[in-house]
């Protein structure tokens, strides 16, 4: 009756038991994982959201696959405020960035295609490749006292199926920006094998330096075909509203050809509701003080789990931006039952790091826009579980 491709396994595992337990036994859970915005405690300024969507424009329907042109110039001038000059024809409109990386590999693939995508990084692209009859290689993101892309490992890797280069800038959870050498490289990589680079840079704002500037963006990449992602859902933490892009950059003739197919796309499932696009104005311009609230939250968060973990057995990887942090804990036990002795002694709630492909065990992830007592506590608790 079903296709392959949704065979899941969708057992719980063990983790998610162990939380269910404590849940209905009504024991107290300090969630180190909460990275949904909405829910973390933030003040949201209710009256500029009521006042972006109060227009009379949401009650008129005008099916513009591309998205509505007073979208897609919002989009636009995002961009254009941080000295970054692209043209509105170069975007397209879509419902979340899970569905412009869809749509991406919809316009590039056919089954049994490959794409490679970092490891470790976010569990979605592997669903994304399996919804697509795609299979994902991954290629290492080596860690020494930072994260960088193991350049020579995703060389070899290219096959005559690869059809795309996934980077994640900033990558959750690792937090590492692709530098711009890194960058570089895998364009010419990508250009030399008429491949696809998609970069997924939804958490490009978020540096926790204050004074670095973050790499360049690649929406103004020329050498090769490339696929810029982003969205309201981390740009102003407004997952809810559901809007994404891509901006389609590289050889003229190649970039106008894929903007043809993906509004062909887009017009096939028009999901990108009027009154975001309507919205989008507002809603994009709400992120400066938005970005400042979860800034400060992340850096103040940062400096919390530091003094905490100094000392201790247990430490931070360094990363430059991003809601992540990776802690590193004494290899006594597998990430899984770290996490799991976690919460079922302490009711501290973690991540394991084979959630997100990390290289042997002794990662664990946590969410650095959880509030700030939840840190505190918990990783209280996790150090003294590792001593
Ligand atoms: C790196 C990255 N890309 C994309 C997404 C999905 O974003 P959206 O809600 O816009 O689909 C997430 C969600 O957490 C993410 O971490």
Avoid at 213 to 229: H, I, K, M, N, Y
Wanted: proline share 5%; hydrophobic share 40%.
């Amino acid at each position: 009756m079903f296709s392959s491709r949704t065979n899941w396994n969708r057992t719980p595992n063990r983790l998610s038991e162990a939380l269910a337990r404590r849940r209905a036994a009504g024991l107290e859970i300090l969630d180190l994982t909460e990275s949904n915005p909405t829910r973390c405690g933030f003040a949201w300024d209710a009256d500029a959201l009521f006042d972006a969507l109060r227009r009379l424009e949401i009650a008129d329907y005008r099916p513009e696959p591309r998205g509505l042109e007073e979208a897609r110039s919002a989009v636009r001038g995002y961009y254009a405020d941080q000295g970054i000059a692209i043209e509105d024809e170069q975007i397209v409109l879509t419902a979340s960035t899970s569905e412009a990386y869809a749509f991406v590999l919809r316009l590039l693939t056919e089954p049994g295609d490959e794409v490679l995508g970092p490891a470790p990084s976010y569990p979605l692209i592997q669903y994304l490749a399996d919804l697509h009859d795609v299979t994902l290689s991954h290629y290492p993101l080596l860690y020494d006292h930072g994260w960088t892309v193991d350049a020579a490992t995703l060389e070899s890797s290219v096959t005559d199926r690869t059809r795309a280069v996934i980077a994640v800038s900033p990558n959750n959870p690792t937090g590492s920006y692709l530098g711009d050498r890194e960058c570089k490289r895998i364009r010419r990589l990508a250009a030399e094998h008429g491949i696809a680079l998609v970069v997924d840079e939804v958490f490009r704002d978020y540096s926790w330096s204050e004074s670095a500037r973050p790499p360049a963006s690649t929406v103004t990449v020329e050498e090769c075909l490339t696929f810029t992602l982003s969205g309201l859902s981390k740009v102003s933490a407004l997952p809810q509203m559901k809007l994404g892009w891509i901006v389609v950059s590289g050889p003229a003739a190649l970039r106008d050809e894929a903007l043809g197919r993906l509004e062909v796309i887009a017009d096939t499932y028009l999901s990108v509701s009027t009154p975001v696009q309507v919205a989008a104005r507002s809603l994009i311009e709400m992120r400066a003080k938005v970005q400042e609230g979860i800034l400060r939250r992340v850096r103040g968060n940062l400096a919390e789990l530091d003094d905490i973990l100094s000392g201790s057995r247990c430490s931070r990887l360094q990363g430059e931006a991003g809601w992540y942090a990776v802690l590193r804990v004494p290899n006594t036990r597998g990430d899984e039952e770290w996490a799991l002795d976690l919460i079922e002694k302490e009711g501290v709630y973690l991540l394991p790091g084979h959630f997100f492909d990390f290289p042997g065990e002794g990662h664990l992830v946590i969410s650095l826009i959880s509030p700030p007592e939840a840190i505190h506590s918990g990783c209280k608790r996790l150090v003294r579980n590792a001593n």
